[in-house]
Protein backbone atom coordinates (compact mmCIF):
# COMPACT_ATOMS: atom_id res chain seq x y z
CA UNK A 1 0.00 0.00 0.00
CA UNK A 2 1.06 3.61 -0.95
CA UNK A 3 1.17 6.15 1.99
CA UNK A 4 -0.31 9.91 1.07
CA UNK A 5 0.98 12.91 2.54
CA UNK A 6 -1.72 15.34 3.85
CA UNK A 7 -3.96 17.58 5.82
CA UNK A 8 -5.44 15.06 8.92
CA UNK A 9 -8.43 16.07 11.47
CA UNK A 10 -8.91 13.24 14.45
CA UNK A 11 -12.31 14.36 16.35
CA UNK A 12 -14.11 12.52 18.61
CA UNK A 13 -17.49 12.91 20.18
CA UNK A 14 -17.90 14.35 24.42
CA UNK A 15 -20.00 12.24 25.98
CA UNK A 16 -20.30 9.49 23.70
CA UNK A 17 -20.38 6.42 25.92
CA UNK A 18 -23.29 8.29 28.06
CA UNK A 19 -25.31 8.92 25.30
CA UNK A 20 -24.76 5.14 23.95
CA UNK A 21 -25.77 3.71 27.85
CA UNK A 22 -28.78 6.34 27.69
CA UNK A 23 -30.69 5.86 24.98
CA UNK A 24 -32.19 2.60 22.68
CA UNK A 25 -30.32 1.52 19.66
CA UNK A 26 -33.52 2.39 17.54
CA UNK A 27 -32.99 5.78 19.10
CA UNK A 28 -29.18 6.24 18.18
CA UNK A 29 -29.29 4.80 14.76
CA UNK A 30 -32.49 7.39 14.26
CA UNK A 31 -31.30 10.63 16.13
CA UNK A 32 -27.25 9.97 15.84
CA UNK A 33 -25.99 7.28 13.16
CA UNK A 34 -27.99 9.16 10.42
CA UNK A 35 -26.46 11.87 11.11
CA UNK A 36 -22.55 10.66 11.47
CA UNK A 37 -22.97 8.60 8.38
CA UNK A 38 -23.72 11.27 6.47
CA UNK A 39 -21.34 13.30 7.00
CA UNK A 40 -19.70 13.62 3.41
CA UNK A 41 -22.95 14.63 1.86
CA UNK A 42 -24.44 17.39 4.43
CA UNK A 43 -21.24 18.84 4.55
CA UNK A 44 -20.25 18.59 0.94
CA UNK A 45 -23.42 20.70 0.52
CA UNK A 46 -23.37 23.54 3.08
CA UNK A 47 -19.69 24.16 1.78
CA UNK A 48 -20.74 24.04 -2.07
CA UNK A 49 -23.69 26.79 -0.55
CA UNK A 50 -21.13 28.74 1.36
CA UNK A 51 -18.21 28.95 -0.70
CA UNK A 52 -17.95 31.80 -3.43
CA UNK A 53 -14.17 31.29 -4.38
CA UNK A 54 -14.05 28.26 -5.87
CA UNK A 55 -15.24 26.69 -8.74
CA UNK A 56 -17.36 23.64 -9.81
CA UNK A 57 -14.55 21.98 -11.02
CA UNK A 58 -11.99 23.01 -8.53
CA UNK A 59 -14.69 21.96 -5.76
CA UNK A 60 -15.17 18.63 -7.42
CA UNK A 61 -11.58 17.90 -7.63
CA UNK A 62 -10.83 18.72 -3.98
CA UNK A 63 -13.89 17.93 -1.79
CA UNK A 64 -15.80 15.57 -4.05
CA UNK A 65 -12.26 13.54 -5.27
CA UNK A 66 -9.75 14.10 -2.60
CA UNK A 67 -11.29 14.69 0.79
CA UNK A 68 -11.64 11.72 2.96
CA UNK A 69 -14.26 10.24 5.78
CA UNK A 70 -13.61 7.77 8.17
CA UNK A 71 -16.30 7.70 10.88
CA UNK A 72 -16.20 4.45 13.46
CA UNK A 73 -18.00 4.55 16.58
CA UNK A 74 -17.32 7.91 18.32
CA UNK A 75 -14.26 8.75 16.16
CA UNK A 76 -14.13 10.91 12.75
CA UNK A 77 -10.87 11.36 10.66
CA UNK A 78 -10.76 13.49 7.61
CA UNK A 79 -8.03 13.77 5.34
CA UNK A 80 -7.09 15.41 2.21
CA UNK A 81 -3.64 14.40 0.07
CA UNK A 82 -1.45 16.88 -0.94
CA UNK A 83 0.51 15.35 -3.83
CA UNK A 84 4.50 16.54 -4.19
CA UNK A 85 3.43 18.48 -7.57
CA UNK A 86 0.58 19.71 -6.26
CA UNK A 87 1.06 24.29 -6.85
CA UNK A 88 1.31 26.31 -4.00
CA UNK A 89 -2.55 27.58 -5.25
CA UNK A 90 -3.60 24.39 -5.23
CA UNK A 91 -2.21 23.72 -1.73
CA UNK A 92 -3.78 27.28 -0.18
CA UNK A 93 -7.47 26.20 -2.40
CA UNK A 94 -6.99 21.90 -0.54
CA UNK A 95 -5.89 23.52 2.85
CA UNK A 96 -9.23 26.01 2.52
CA UNK A 97 -11.70 23.39 1.50
CA UNK A 98 -10.04 21.03 4.30
CA UNK A 99 -10.48 24.49 7.24
CA UNK A 100 -13.82 24.95 6.23
CA UNK A 101 -14.89 21.17 6.25
CA UNK A 102 -13.83 20.92 9.44
CA UNK A 103 -15.57 24.11 10.93
CA UNK A 104 -18.68 22.98 9.45
CA UNK A 105 -17.94 19.73 11.09
CA UNK A 106 -17.53 21.29 14.36
CA UNK A 107 -20.66 23.65 13.98
CA UNK A 108 -23.12 21.29 12.87
CA UNK A 109 -22.46 18.51 15.35
CA UNK A 110 -22.56 21.12 18.19
CA UNK A 111 -25.60 22.22 17.44
CA UNK A 112 -26.80 18.72 17.19
CA UNK A 113 -26.04 17.55 20.32
CA UNK A 114 -22.36 15.76 19.13
CA UNK A 115 -19.66 18.40 20.73
CA UNK A 116 -16.45 17.37 18.89
CA UNK A 117 -13.06 17.84 20.22
CA UNK A 118 -10.58 18.13 17.76
CA UNK A 119 -6.45 18.33 16.43
CA UNK A 120 -5.71 19.39 12.68
CA UNK A 121 -2.09 18.40 11.86
CA UNK A 122 0.11 17.55 8.35
CA UNK A 123 2.41 14.67 7.48
CA UNK A 124 2.85 11.17 5.82
CA UNK A 125 -0.55 8.65 6.21
CA UNK A 126 -1.88 5.56 5.12
CA UNK A 127 -5.72 4.93 5.41
CA UNK A 128 -7.48 1.96 3.84
CA UNK A 129 -11.05 1.38 4.66
CA UNK A 130 -11.31 1.01 8.55
CA UNK A 131 -7.88 1.22 9.09
CA UNK A 132 -5.13 3.98 9.77
CA UNK A 133 -1.86 4.13 10.56
CA UNK A 134 0.62 7.65 10.25
CA UNK A 135 2.55 9.17 13.10
CA UNK A 136 -0.03 12.36 12.14
CA UNK A 137 -2.83 10.56 13.17
CA UNK A 138 -1.18 9.13 16.55
CA UNK A 139 -0.12 12.77 17.06
CA UNK A 140 -3.62 14.01 16.49
CA UNK A 141 -5.30 11.88 18.58
CA UNK A 142 -2.98 12.44 21.58
CA UNK A 143 -3.42 16.23 21.11
CA UNK A 144 -7.27 15.80 21.31
CA UNK A 145 -7.58 14.12 24.04
CA UNK A 146 -5.73 16.70 26.24
CA UNK A 147 -8.12 19.33 25.81
CA UNK A 148 -10.74 20.02 28.07
CA UNK A 149 -13.41 21.64 25.93
CA UNK A 150 -15.05 21.07 22.77
CA UNK A 151 -12.74 22.42 20.33
CA UNK A 152 -10.50 21.75 17.13
CA UNK A 153 -6.60 22.57 17.52
CA UNK A 154 -3.51 22.47 15.66
CA UNK A 155 -0.94 20.85 16.30
CA UNK A 156 1.99 22.81 16.81
CA UNK A 157 3.96 20.64 14.29
CA UNK A 158 1.77 21.72 11.53
CA UNK A 159 1.11 25.22 12.78
CA UNK A 160 3.62 27.66 10.88
CA UNK A 161 2.91 25.40 7.50
CA UNK A 162 -0.99 26.44 8.27
CA UNK A 163 -0.18 29.49 8.70
CA UNK A 164 2.42 30.22 5.93
CA UNK A 165 -0.42 28.68 3.71
CA UNK A 166 -2.87 31.16 4.44
CA UNK A 167 -1.03 33.81 4.20
CA UNK A 168 -0.56 33.18 0.30
CA UNK A 169 -4.34 34.03 -0.01
CA UNK A 170 -6.53 37.05 0.42
CA UNK A 171 -9.38 35.74 3.17
CA UNK A 172 -11.09 38.64 5.01
CA UNK A 173 -11.25 36.95 8.44
CA UNK A 174 -8.94 34.34 9.84
CA UNK A 175 -10.31 30.65 10.19
CA UNK A 176 -7.81 30.09 13.10
CA UNK A 177 -7.15 31.67 16.09
CA UNK A 178 -4.41 31.95 18.85
CA UNK A 179 -6.04 30.99 22.30
CA UNK A 180 -5.02 29.69 25.67
CA UNK A 181 -6.34 25.99 25.60
CA UNK A 182 -7.09 24.48 28.72
CA UNK A 183 -6.07 20.66 28.80
CA UNK A 184 -5.99 17.72 31.14
CA UNK A 185 -3.94 18.45 34.49
CA UNK A 186 -5.05 21.91 35.08
CA UNK A 187 -2.82 22.61 32.40
CA UNK A 188 -3.22 24.98 29.46
CA UNK A 189 -1.11 25.91 26.30
CA UNK A 190 -1.40 28.69 23.48
CA UNK A 191 -2.29 27.13 20.62
CA UNK A 192 -4.22 27.48 17.04
CA UNK A 193 -7.55 26.95 17.22
CA UNK A 194 -10.60 26.28 14.46
CA UNK A 195 -12.69 29.47 14.16
CA UNK A 196 -15.84 28.04 13.94
CA UNK A 197 -18.19 30.14 16.40
CA UNK A 198 -20.56 33.41 15.79
CA UNK A 199 -23.76 34.11 17.28
CA UNK A 200 -26.91 35.17 15.98
CA UNK A 201 -28.41 38.35 17.19
CA UNK A 202 -30.07 36.82 20.05
CA UNK A 203 -28.23 33.84 20.58
CA UNK A 204 -26.49 32.75 23.78
CA UNK A 205 -23.34 30.87 23.92
CA UNK A 206 -23.86 29.04 27.42
CA UNK A 207 -27.35 27.88 26.00
CA UNK A 208 -26.02 26.17 23.08
CA UNK A 209 -23.50 24.64 24.78
CA UNK A 210 -25.66 22.99 27.89
CA UNK A 211 -28.45 22.32 24.99
CA UNK A 212 -25.20 20.63 23.19
CA UNK A 213 -23.70 18.48 25.88
CA UNK A 214 -26.90 17.56 27.69
CA UNK A 215 -28.75 16.46 24.31
CA UNK A 216 -29.89 12.63 23.80
CA UNK A 217 -30.09 12.12 27.57
CA UNK A 218 -26.57 12.65 28.40
CA UNK A 219 -25.53 11.99 31.75
CA UNK A 220 -23.24 15.30 32.99
CA UNK A 221 -20.89 14.25 36.03
CA UNK A 222 -19.22 16.22 37.66
CA UNK A 223 -15.49 15.79 36.27
CA UNK A 224 -17.68 16.97 32.53
CA UNK A 225 -18.88 20.46 34.05
CA UNK A 226 -15.65 21.84 33.57
CA UNK A 227 -15.19 21.24 29.90
CA UNK A 228 -18.82 22.79 29.58
CA UNK A 229 -17.50 26.40 30.79
CA UNK A 230 -14.04 25.88 28.74
CA UNK A 231 -16.42 25.39 25.72
CA UNK A 232 -18.59 28.08 26.58
CA UNK A 233 -15.26 30.92 27.38
CA UNK A 234 -14.29 29.59 24.04
CA UNK A 235 -17.22 29.98 21.87
CA UNK A 236 -18.04 33.59 23.73
CA UNK A 237 -14.20 34.26 22.28
CA UNK A 238 -14.71 33.43 18.92
CA UNK A 239 -18.17 35.61 18.92
CA UNK A 240 -16.28 38.34 20.15
CA UNK A 241 -13.72 38.31 17.28
CA UNK A 242 -16.76 38.17 14.67
CA UNK A 243 -18.45 40.62 15.99
CA UNK A 244 -15.59 42.98 16.32
CA UNK A 245 -13.76 42.49 12.94
Known amino acids: MKTQT ?32 TLNKSIGKKLADTITSFDETVYHEIYK ?47 AGLPLRGALTFGDYLIK ?12 YALAEKLELSACVVAPSAKK ?3 DILETGNLNHKLLLDYMVPLKNSESLKLLTLNYGSMEDGEDPRDIV ?15 QQKILNTEQHLRFLDIYHKTK
Request: charged letters at 15%.
Open 65 to 111: KNLKWLVFSDTILISLDVPSETTASDTYDRLLIFLLSSIILQQNLLL
Open 210 to 224: FKSFFAHNKDIPEKV
Open 6 to 37: GFLGFFDILGYQSLLVNNDPNVIAENVLSQLT
Open 161 to 163: MFV
Open 129 to 140: DACFAGRPIIEA
